[in-house]
């Protein structure tokens, strides 16, 4: 009966730690999935302003955007025509700017939106050149400082957070590999005596692979309930978390994490077990 309970509180803190280490290591995916959509939407706030010239007609505007829409760096582009451009800054200054001036000082425009992939100084810039060349435009304006400055700041975020998620990968490895092999650690006695009664090492080794693989998939899937349920009260708290966190990713995380955790119980189960029916039965004495 104490040998058993003894078991039973052992496997019990087995999947306890487990879960931890994979509730952490998913905590860890959920804050990359959100630094991506974060970036990607700081990407696409990028905006490229073409400005035309007064003299320049509308149908040709409109086919001048035709042109730059069909371009793979382009997201999406909005025209804004003169009469537009005065109405806005009329709400946004409460006084009419071509009542004041006798005419209107605006001229149409288009507003780029680049794919986040494409949204670099370089990128910009080579965009920059093939527009310039048309005819009717007077300028392209986008701040090449701040576009510079905000892809800096994600290469230096996305590095970190890589970094911590392959240290954190190694840390999970490492402390699963321990539980695993202090749990068959109570039983290599039990394994010597089966390795002299003519048992194969396959035959030894399944049900440990067998259990610890069990072992591996309910912990993942407890971690997975429980960022799932922190992840809930989180949204109903903020919002904006909801769409920084695609169902995809979620999803990715999800089943990353319980094979993670079934790979690495199974692989250290059978590590384990290995190295105990390498030892000779001196030697299991002193470990």
Avoid at 114 to 136: A, C, N, R, W, Y
Avoid at 206 to 217: A, E
Wanted: charged share 20%.
């Amino acid at each position: 009966m104490k040998k058993r309970r003894v078991f039973k509180v052992q496997t019990i803190s087995v999947y306890i730690s487990t879960t931890l280490v994979l509730l952490l290591l998913g905590i860890m995916g959920v804050l990359f999935i959100g630094a991506q959509s974060l970036s990607k939407n700081v990407k696409e706030n990028i905006l490229v302003t073409v400005v035309f010239n007064n003299s320049i007609e509308e149908d040709d505007i409109l086919k001048i955007k035709k042109g730059i829409d069909s371009d793979k760096r382009i997201l999406r582009s909005s025209y804004i025509s003169k009469e537009q451009a005065l109405s806005e800054e009329t709400k946004a200054l409460k006084a009419n700017p071509a009542e004041i001036l006798g005419y209107n000082p605006y001229e149409a425009s288009l507003e780029l939106t680049m794919k986040p992939e494409f949204s670099t100084s370089d990128e910009l810039e080579k965009l920059k050149q093939m527009i310039v060349t048309k005819k009717g435009i007077k300028e392209i304006i986008y701040q090449k400082d701040l576009v510079d400055t905000i892809n800096s700041n994600i290469q230096r975020a996305g590095f970190l957070l890589l970094t911590l998620l392959a240290m954190l990968t190694l840390v999970a490895w490492s402390l699963i590999g321990n539980l695993v092999r202090l749990s068959i650690y109570s039983k290599r006695f039990l394994l010597h005596t089966m390795k002299l009664v003519g048992a194969t090492w396959g035959f030894i080794s399944k049900p440990f692979i067998v259990k610890n693989m069990w072992i591996g998939f309910f912990s993942g899937i407890i971690a997975n309930i429980l960022l799932a349920t922190g992840l809930y009260f989180l949204q109903e708290n903020e919002p904006i978390v909801k769409s920084m966190l695609p169902v995809e990713g979620l999803a990715v995380i999800a089943v990353g994490t319980t094979l993670f955790g079934m790979t690495i119980c199974m692989l250290c189960a059978f590590l384990s077990v290995q190295r105990f029916l390498r030892m000779r039965k001196n030697d299991l004495y002193f470990i």
